[in-house]
């Protein structure tokens, strides 16, 4: 005979049973349509939205406006990433840092990935302009285009200036962040911008350099695949020293406070690249992870000294631009 289960026959096991099944499905599908925006991308794009509207309203925004800029530029972000996904699933499904992508691990349809990264983008627009201004909600439509049609359908698969050009998407939270505090774009934002999109380079292509035989694998161009390791971190070094000198160019705008941290993180980070250029020009291995996680810090760390610097609201050094 087989074995009873001690629930059997009891009064609403079944149910139990269903309900509990039931919602770890729910769970589940949830978790894959977050999992779907790239949710840890997101949370570095954020980092930098807020300095940018504190800086912009050199204090404090209305909490309402920062909660509102910040919900829809997840929305656009997370439509961005949602439809990067549908038109990399082919090869995130090949690529050992992807392959735990939902697409790649079919928890969620195809079809269905695109209709929720559409929905979201249109959400994104449409809050952003309720909520903040018509300028910001249109920089957020122009930022999920760009990423899908111009770095994901054109540069990624053809050129190993890709991130580099496709980069620029993740720039844009600045701007839009600005926009929803003033209505328009200065030359702060623009800065901003640059500084990021300099960052992007080191900090992608040290990634790459790590799971180079994962690009290689489905023949995506990224720098170290094409080029030597010493080309690559050569031109780490470069984008490196490009993005300390046009942090500095927001001197202008800020005090001390903020002028003291971009050098001392400025130099931080340039030691570390010319670390990374030597150890592989001498033919080591060297640690592009090390400098991968560095980059997050850093920009992390800048942006963050300029919230404080704009919060404390310190006379700023205020010279001519």
Not at 54 to 64: E, H, K, M, Y
Not at 93 to 117: C, E, Q
Not at 207 to 227: Q, T
Request: net charge positive; with cysteine; aromatic share 10%.
């Amino acid at each position: 005979m087989p074995p009873v289960s001690p629930t059997q026959g009891m009064p609403g096991s079944t149910a139990v049973d269903a309900t509990t099944t039931s919602g770890r499905s729910v769970r589940a599908v949830l978790g894959a349509y977050v999992a779907l925006m790239k949710p840890r991308v997101i949370e570095l794009l954020l980092v930098t939205t807020i300095p940018a509207m504190l800086l912009a309203q050199r204090g404090i925004p209305s909490v309402w406006l920062v909660l509102a800029t910040l919900l829809g530029g997840t929305m656009a972000a997370g439509s961005a990433n949602a439809l990067n996904c549908v038109w990399d699933a082919d090869i995130d499904a090949v690529m050992k840092r992807t392959k735990a992508r939902p697409l790649a691990k079919h928890t969620v349809p195809v079809r269905n990935a695109l209709i929720f990264g559409i929905a979201l983008g249109v959400a994104s627009f449409a809050f952003l302009w309720l909520t903040t201004n018509l300028l910001s909600a249109v920089l957020a439509v122009v930022t999920i285009l760009f990423y899908v049609l111009v770095y994901t359908m054109v540069l990624k698969r053809r050129t190993a200036q890709n991130i580099v050009w496709g980069g620029a998407a993740g720039c844009m939270p600045v701007v839009i962040g600005w926009s929803a505090v003033t209505g328009t774009v200065g030359w702060q934002p623009l800065v901003m911008f640059g500084v990021i999109f300099c960052w992007t380079p080191p900090h992608f292509w040290a990634l790459a350099m790590k799971f180079k035989d994962d690009y290689a694998a489905v023949n995506v161009p990224m720098l170290p695949v094409v080029a030597t390791r010493v080309e690559v971190s050569r031109q780490i070094v470069a984008y490196s020293w490009a993005m300390v000198a046009l942090s500095l160019l927001l001197l202008p705008a800020t005090s001390w406070i903020y002028g003291v941290f971009a050098v001392v993180f400025g130099a931080w980070f340039l030691v570390f690249a010319h670390r990374l250029h030597n150890e592989v020009r001498r033919g080591q291995e060297g640690n592009p992870m090390k400098l991968f996680h560095l980059s997050n810090t850093y920009l992390m760390l800048v942006f963050v000294a300029l919230a404080a610097d704009a919060v404390v609201g310190l006379p700023t050094f205020g010279l001519p631009f």
